[in-house]
């Protein structure tokens, strides 16, 4: 749990409630055979980016470099701040060899945040800005 700020709108609030470190349910590396193991750097939003709530955007990543024979295609998009990965998924099911898909940027309080893409492993995005409330 991460408590910011008592002055929330009941939203953030019930964000903020069901916010808790998932890191370990995720480990960044794993014993899987590493050749299959494809965790692409994600490429936009970069360390500059500014987004607003509610706005949609074009998350992507390098897919140059994927194996041919992927453990799990799946992908899945997540935030986190703090080392905290929020249980909150901005996407999910789609495949990872896409290299680019589309979130709707949630409201949360205005921050700093970093994305996480998962796959067989998670790999996290720059510290970008979010403006939400
Ligand atoms: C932002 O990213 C650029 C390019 O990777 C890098 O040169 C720069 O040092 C980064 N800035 C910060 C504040 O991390
Ligand atoms: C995806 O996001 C971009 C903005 O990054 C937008 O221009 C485009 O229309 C969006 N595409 C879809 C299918 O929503
Ligand atoms: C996201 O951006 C990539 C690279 O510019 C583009 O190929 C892709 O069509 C875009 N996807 C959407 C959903 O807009
Ligand atoms: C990928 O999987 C196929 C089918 O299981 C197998 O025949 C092939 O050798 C694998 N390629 C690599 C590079 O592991």
Request: net charge negative; proline share 6%.
């Amino acid at each position: 749990m991460k408590y910011t700020s008592f002055a929330m709108n009941s939203f953030a609030f019930f964000l903020l409630t069901i916010f808790f470190t998932i890191s370990n349910a995720f480990p960044l590396s794993n014993l899987m055979n590493k050749r299959d193991v494809f965790v692409p750097p994600i490429t936009y939003p970069t360390n500059t980016t500014v987004w607003n709530s509610g706005e949609v955007h074009n998350v992507t990543w390098d897919i140059s470099q994927a194996p041919v024979n992927i453990t799990n295609k799946i992908g899945r998009i997540q935030l986190r701040q703090d080392d905290i990965t929020f249980p909150l998924v901005l996407a999910y099911d789609f495949d990872i060899l896409l290299g680019s898909y589309n979130i709707t940027v949630p409201l949360v309080i205005s921050g700093a945040y970093q994305l996480v893409l998962f796959g067989d492993s998670g790999n996290f995005s720059p510290e970008f800005t979010i403006n939400g409330v």
